[in-house]
């Protein structure tokens, strides 16, 4: 079957995305395959009107909501391989059988890569958090701990210093920071500890880092900036232009450096923005961006106008 538009990942982007195009009146296939990054969660936050909402409770309001419109299509599978055929792409799907798109969204997501520290994955999203922005404020003003290091981990602990004043910057090794750093770190009352973790583990109340040595530190909470990884091999095998940290490059409106291919949310990085924040409502916005810039490139093909009018 022959769609306008496929958005492949059934996130907060590719749904918001599937809004804007379906309202369009543009025929959209949205393919999930379930694996969502925030399945851990307990909840998200900072989202105008579904602020401290169930991951979960989310996605089910934003299918209820697509489901009125009779130009999206959802699908529970996964997208195995993607050729490009004439002016549009070929979908290869994993229950079988192929479907073709003029236009290709990608919204496939992240995956979190962590550093090899014993527990760290059954705490993650728990006791253990990629973001103060989405779980801060939860425990504000708490003993907190940061595992990270070298600058971007002390740059981080700064940042996670304005929830919380009592923190613990573990640096898990030598920190590589320079005594400007360190001059920082101090003068916000950021303790540093250099030596090795074993484990992490929850206790009550909290979580607790248990170092080489067997010496323990109970925290509140901890915050781990994760390395973000690609969750499909999709971009790579489309020949995606990517950045130093493995994110797609778009431009502002979502486009990727491949013609009629588009990628929104955490997997992407726009152009103009030093970081793009890991938040569910900016993955959201980008999607509504991208849909909306997809609904104008096709607008201008079919009435046959100069591609120079997209800017």
């Given at each position: 079957?022959?769609?306008?538009?496929?958005?492949?990942?059934?996130?907060?982007?590719?749904?918001?995305?599937?809004?804007?195009?379906?309202?369009?009146?543009?025929?959209?296939?949205?393919?999930?395959?379930?694996?969502?990054?925030?399945?851990?969660?307990?909840?998200?936050?900072?989202?105008?009107?579904r602020d401290g909402v169930d991951p979960a409770e989310l996605r089910r309001i934003a299918r209820d909501q697509l489901a009125?419109?009779?130009?999206?299509?959802?699908?529970?599978?996964?997208?195995?391989?993607?050729?490009?055929?004439?002016?549009?792409?070929?979908?290869?799907?994993?229950?079988?059988?192929?479907?073709?798109?003029?236009?290709?969204?990608?919204?496939?997501?992240?995956?979190?890569?962590?550093?090899?520290?014993?527990?760290?994955?059954?705490?993650?999203?728990?006791?253990?958090?990629?973001?103060?922005?989405?779980?801060?404020?939860?425990?504000?003003?708490?003993?907190?701990?940061?595992?990270?290091?070298?600058?971007?981990?002390?740059?981080?602990?700064?940042?996670?210093?304005?929830?919380?004043?009592?923190?613990?910057?573990?640096?898990?090794?030598?920190?590589?920071?320079?005594?400007?750093?360190?001059?920082?770190?101090?003068?916000?009352?950021?303790?540093?500890?250099?030596?090795?973790?074993?484990?992490?583990?929850?206790?009550?109340?909290?979580?607790?880092?248990?170092?080489?040595?067997?010496?323990?530190?109970?925290?509140?909470?901890?915050?781990?900036?994760?390395?973000?990884?690609?969750?499909?091999?999709?971009?790579?095998?489309?020949?995606?232009?990517?950045?130093?940290?493995?994110?797609?490059?778009?431009?502002?409106?979502?486009?990727?450096?491949?013609?009629?291919?588009?990628?929104?949310?955490?997997?992407?990085?726009?152009?103009?923005?030093?970081?793009?924040?890991?938040?569910?409502?900016?993955?959201?916005?980008?999607g509504a961006i991208a849909g909306g810039s997809i609904e104008r490139e096709l607008m201008v093909e079919d009435l046959g106008?100069?591609?120079?009018?997209?800017?």
């Amino acid at each position: 079957m022959r769609y306008d538009v496929a958005i492949v990942g059934g996130g907060p982007a590719g749904l918001e995305a599937a809004l804007m195009l379906g309202r369009a009146r543009r025929r959209t296939l949205l393919i999930d395959a379930g694996r969502p990054r925030n399945a851990v969660s307990a909840s998200v936050n900072g989202f105008l009107s579904r602020d401290g909402v169930d991951p979960a409770e989310l996605r089910r309001i934003a299918r209820d909501q697509l489901a009125k419109y009779d130009t999206v299509e959802i699908r529970v599978d996964e997208v195995r391989h993607v050729v490009p055929t004439d002016a549009e792409y070929a979908l290869s799907l994993g229950t079988g059988g192929t479907v073709t798109a003029r236009r290709l969204l990608l919204a496939t997501g992240a995956r979190d890569e962590l550093p090899p520290i014993e527990g760290l994955t059954d705490l993650w999203g728990q006791g253990a958090f990629p973001c103060p922005h989405c779980d801060g404020w939860e425990v504000r003003d708490e003993p907190l701990g940061v595992i990270a290091t070298g600058p971007p981990g002390g740059l981080f602990a700064l940042m996670v210093s304005n929830w919380s004043k009592d923190l613990v910057l573990c640096t898990n090794g030598p920190s590589g920071l320079d005594e400007q750093f360190l001059g920082l770190l101090g003068a916000q009352g950021i303790e540093l500890d250099e030596r090795p973790v074993a484990r992490v583990a929850a206790e009550s109340g909290g979580v607790q880092v248990v170092f080489a040595d067997d010496e323990r530190l109970s925290r509140r909470a901890l915050f781990v900036p994760p390395l973000l990884r690609q969750a499909t091999e999709l971009p790579s095998q489309l020949g995606c232009e990517m950045t130093e940290r493995g994110l797609v490059k778009v431009t502002t409106f979502g486009r990727t450096t491949v013609p009629g291919v588009y990628a929104a949310g955490d997997m992407a990085h726009p152009e103009g923005l030093i970081f793009p924040p890991p938040l569910v409502v900016a993955a959201a916005g980008f999607g509504a961006i991208a849909g909306g810039s997809i609904e104008r490139e096709l607008m201008v093909e079919d009435l046959g106008l100069p591609p120079s009018l997209l800017g």
